[in-house]
């Protein structure tokens, strides 16, 4: 019975914790907090390894940024910006029109933000 209640509540928790975060969170004083997401891109590069520094050095840049840097940066209209735990960094390897094996860094920037309601 004990492992009965503690499924149900088990369940009770996850399925209010998705619907949570699946759907924009109502604030007082007519804001919503909203999430999303982009892509920057470092400069074409040699090797993977300086990609990858290179990619790094600008999320830990964007990670130290204040929110007016972030809606610049990130170009988002709301002043209250915070960067999630959940961005990433990863390297795209391309080849140009000469043939060279070029490599870019992807910073997968996650934030969320307060948005304005007309209510």
Do not use: C, R
Request: proline share 1%; glycine share 2%.
């Amino acid at each position: 019975m004990k492992s009965f209640k503690t499924l149900a509540l088990s369940t009770i928790i996850i399925l209010a914790s998705s619907s949570a975060m699946a759907n924009p969170v109502v604030t007082s004083g007519n804001y919503i907090s909203k999430a999303s997401h982009t892509i920057l891109y470092t400069d074409h590069v040699t090797t993977k390894e300086i990609a990858y520094n290179q990619a790094l050095t600008q999320l830990n840049k964007l990670d130290n940024s204040s929110s007016a840097e972030l809606k610049k940066i990130l170009k988002v209209t709301s002043q209250n910006i915070s960067l999630d735990d959940q961005s990433y960094i990863t390297v795209q390897e391309t080849m140009n029109m000469q043939g060279q094996i070029q490599y870019t860094g992807l910073i997968h920037a996650n934030y969320h933000y307060l948005e304005h309601t007309s209510n």
